[in-house]
């Protein structure tokens, strides 16, 4: 098999070390690796596969070899080197905002959309960690019945936010006073992710509708979002209903789910059998359950989905990204 010159940018923060223990993982066809942070981190030693590598900074000619560039070093530094690296031949996957909806670009989700790649440069985006777990199901319903509208509710980890987010809920739960969220995230949900629009939707909520239509390439369909924090480490979860174009029954719709790639159906309440983070910690699985009718609409359909945010939500799904695009001989 074929080993590949790769890059981790952003190496020494969250998402960037879970890159590395994925990468790891999934034994992907590493012949050298580099790792790339701030001029703060850079000099500092990470370990990867028994070995001791330099983190180094980013300068002009950095990207020189390197074939597969893995991202997650915030939207100003994708701005500036995810370019700098295409222009040195490598396929980026950048897990930042910024590339997510320009055109050129493509938003995939490789279990439903990595022909989006074709013809498309090679900055290659992930999409929003929420976005990716509920794309998921709603592709097989799509396909069978044909999608009209969703609305999403989300219940969002605070790993979402970084370490600083972890920090928090760490720190209030001990009785300290917050340091980050505007408020004591250990004693309630905060309906605030990202800034607020003109529109009264936060950017997060933004992203999931814009996202949603570009990842299913339905550029009209209905979408719309509530995203919450809640005080939980890790794992996100999303509330989503959705009214279809045709008729369904249930065995229908656990049959489509089941069927789809990356889906896991947990969905047997009378045995309190249902996705919750917990089990959704530490994999890249998206759980799929408490499948329900929506009692307001013809052909809707309720459901409850979870994943781990940092995982499937970032770091797998650029590395699974990388590895679809090799087994298709794109790379």
């Not at 996957?93 to 050129?104: G, L």
């Amino acid at each position: 098999m074929k080993k590949y010159n790769v890059a981790v940018v952003g190496a020494t923060g969250l998402v960037g070390s879970t890159f590395l223990k994925v990468l790891k993982e999934y034994d992907f066809p590493i012949k050298n690796l580099t790792l790339f942070a701030s001029e703060r981190s850079a000099g500092k030693a990470v370990e990867y596969d028994g070995k001791e590598y330099i983190v180094q900074k980013l300068e002009e000619g950095c990207f020189d070899g390197i074939e597969i560039a893995l991202f997650s070093a915030g939207g100003s530094v994708s701005e500036k080197w995810a370019p700098e690296a295409e222009k040195s031949g490598a396929v980026v996957i950048d897990n930042s905002s910024a590339w997510r909806m320009v055109k050129e670009c493509a938003l995939i989700v490789p279990e439903i959309n990595l022909d989006a790649f074709d013809n498309a440069r090679k900055i290659v985006a992930n999409p929003n960690c929420s976005t990716i777990q509920s794309v998921l199901p709603l592709k097989p319903l799509n396909d069978k019945f044909g999608l009209k509208r969703v609305v999403y509710s989300t219940y969002q980890a605070v790993s979402g936010s970084g370490q600083k987010g972890k920090n928090d809920l760490i720190r209030t739960l001990k009785g300290e006073e917050p340091e980050f969220y505007p408020y004591n995230i250990s004693q309630t949900c905060i309906p605030h992710i990202d800034v607020f629009t003109d529109n009264g939707y936060t950017k997060e909520e933004i992203k999931m509708v814009n996202e949603t239509r570009k990842i299913l390439n339905m550029p009209d369909l209905k979408v719309s979002a509530t995203c919450v924090r809640v005080p939980v480490l890790n794992a996100h979860a999303v509330s989503i209903m959705v009214e279809l174009d045709k008729p369904f029954t249930l065995e229908e719709v656990r049959e489509a789910f089941a069927s789809q790639p990356g889906i896991i159906v947990v969905d047997d309440p009378a045995n309190l059998k249902y996705p919750v983070s917990t089990i959704a910690n530490g994999n890249d699985g998206v759980y799929v359950g408490r499948i329900r009718r929506d009692l307001s609409c013809d052909n809707g359909i309720l459901f409850y989905a979870v994943s781990d945010n940092i995982r499937k939500g970032a770091a797998a799904n650029a590395v699974q990204i990388a590895e679809a695009l090799i087994k298709a001989d794109k790379i």
